[in-house]
């Protein structure tokens, strides 16, 4: 009764989107904690949906939606059968064809034709005419190409570095990121916050903790003990960052929506789906199965 199912974008937009997804439930109705994650846009062609934020922002879904980088769970329902196409944005891919600060859309969604202007109209019209993924896909592809014509003025330096800063360790030290950048720590500071959506500080929380239910979910690690103790850090929790266990619960929780033995236990339909995508598009950016 529910189906995700995940698409690579075509070669060019690699860099900017992390995928496509043709969401389909034909349940009376639906519900799910979704965890913190990168932008996404999404185009609903059935079906009528909200979202309430970690910040207590409660949106009703648009025909064509951009909801911002969010840095807390988001609690979605939805009224049957809801049926939408979504589109994963890379950071670079916020710059570059969004161009909006990013920490003024975080943790809220808006009306994606306020930002990107009337040619949202067509790939709507495109997403209710099509039958077949490869019509929802084709259509997406023309959509983003058209937008990566004339892109918008993007630190594309920032974002390779900050990318690699989030995933190469389990515990991102911001001092690393202000030292790699060469730039005052307000500087990046600023820019974080404006492609990120975020401070340095709160994304280094953010993708530690999102890592870490990465791990849980692919089966790599089990529980807190893998984290804090002869676990991933070998040498207790210093590598993780988690100072014990209840620092751990409390962390994975503040991002995930739910508490670690409860993630094991029967995390939430889509963020299971969600990080399966490690297994369906093994090219994607390593940023993106965090989210």
Request: one cysteine or more.
């Amino acid at each position: 009764m529910i189906d995700i199912r995940y698409f690579a974008p075509h070669p060019a937009l690699r860099p900017y989107l992390s995928s496509y997804y043709w969401f389909e439930s034909n349940l009376p109705s639906f519900s799910d904690m979704m965890r913190a994650e990168l932008p996404q846009i999404r185009l609903i062609t059935r079906g009528a949906a909200s979202n309430r934020y970690a910040n207590g922002v409660v949106r009703q879904a648009m025909p064509a939606q951009l909801q911002g980088p969010t840095t807390g769970p988001v609690y979605f329902t939805a009224d049957g059968p809801l049926h939408l196409f979504g589109v994963g944005l890379l950071p670079r891919g916020w710059a570059s064809l969004i161009g909006e600060p990013a920490d003024r859309i975080a943790d809220d969604c808006v009306d994606l034709g306020a930002i990107l202007g009337p040619a949202t109209d067509g790939v709507v019209a495109a997403m209710l005419q099509a039958r077949t993924d490869s019509e929802r896909v084709a259509a997406a592809d023309r959509f983003f190409l058209a937008l990566l014509e004339k892109p918008h003025p993007a630190p594309l330096w920032f974002t390779r570095l900050t990318d690699n800063w989030l995933t190469d360790a389990m515990n991102p030290d911001v001092d690393v990121l202000v030292r790699a950048s060469g730039m005052s720590a307000r500087s990046i500071e600023r820019m974080a916050r404006r492609i990120y959506g975020a401070s340095p500080k709160l994304l280094a929380r953010k993708y530690r903790a999102l890592g870490a239910a990465v791990r849980i979910g692919t089966g790599e690690a089990s529980g807190w003990r893998d984290f804090c103790g002869n676990g991933f850090s070998g040498s207790g929790c210093n590598d993780s960052g988690f100072y014990d266990q209840a620092h751990f619960i409390r962390e994975f929780k503040q991002f995930t929506g739910m508490t670690p033995s409860r993630f094991v236990d029967g995390a939430a339909a889509i963020t299971r789906l969600t990080i399966a995508r490690k297994n369906m598009l093994p090219a994607m950016p390593k940023l993106a199965l965090y989210s």
